[in-house]
């Protein structure tokens, strides 16, 4: 069974561009987690899918971030535009409906310049 | 809301020694508590987890945690430690079932020969 799966595993950009990151969960798993590491600190919750519906975005910095779940399978994270503090390890992690396991992606290391 | 905390950001040990890795969490609710592991390159795994009954949890490579109410702490052991299990050890709390993860600020396990 394939694992969670993150795309692109590194992206460098300047400030002001736009990324988006991909995020494939777990073939099956109706939730989709959404997190953030900043260097030197925790990893911070972002956003909840599930299915496609977004159940807790309560993490969500700012409305530069928009997250979408197309046909409740993959998920992309979009930060337009980009600032020198969205830089950081965005982690994606799914798990089953009613499950209590979160198995987490290897994860996008971001570097806004 | 909950919070997680890790106290020691670094615990270097020579292999073969016991080590304790210090979790204490705050919430006004019952918690389900969780043990992930990250291993260099690598994305998180969970390690192990706490969601009701027995007190004392363990993982199949020989780490245990134990759930303490009273001194709200879920710290892991582990009796003797091998050169292989050098990561850096994330604690994390959540309030629901597939709910989001409240994480600490992890610590680095260097195990040295």
């Known amino acids: 069974e394939a694992g969670v799966t993150q795309f692109p595993s590194h992206s460098v950009i300047e400030k002001g561009q736009t990324v988006t990151l991909r995020c494939d969960p777990i073939?099956?798993?109706?939730?989709l987690y959404w997190y953030r590491r900043v260097m030197g600190k925790e990893i911070k919750f972002l956003l909840h899918f599930v299915k496609e519906s977004k159940q807790d975005e309560s993490g969500m910095p700012n409305n530069r971030f928009l997250a979408e779940r197309t046909g409740g399978t993959y998920s992309t994270l979009k930060v337009q535009p980009a600032e020198l503090e969205d830089s950081g390890v965005y982690f994606c992690?799914?798990?089953?409906?009613?499950?209590?396991?979160?198995?987490f992606g290897p994860g996008t290391r971001l570097t806004v310049l | 809301a909950q919070s997680v905390t890790q106290l020691d950001s670094q615990v270097p040990v020579f292999e073969e020694a016991p080590v304790e890795l210090r979790c204490n969490y705050s919430s006004s609710v019952s918690v389900y508590l969780f043990w992930y592991v990250q291993y260099p390159n690598q994305g998180l795994q969970l390690l192990l987890k706490y969601l009701s009954g027995s007190t004392l949890v363990e993982s199949i490579n020989g780490f245990e945690a134990e759930f303490n109410k009273s001194q709200t702490s879920f710290h892991l052991r582990k009796p003797s430690v091998h050169i292989s299990d050098t990561a850096e050890y994330l604690c994390a709390v959540s309030a629901l079932i597939g709910g989001k993860l409240i994480f600490g600020q992890g610590t680095e396990l260097s195990v040295k020969p």
């Open positions: 992690a799914s798990s089953q409906m009613r499950g209590n396991e979160q198995f």
């Open positions: 073939s099956g798993h109706d939730n």
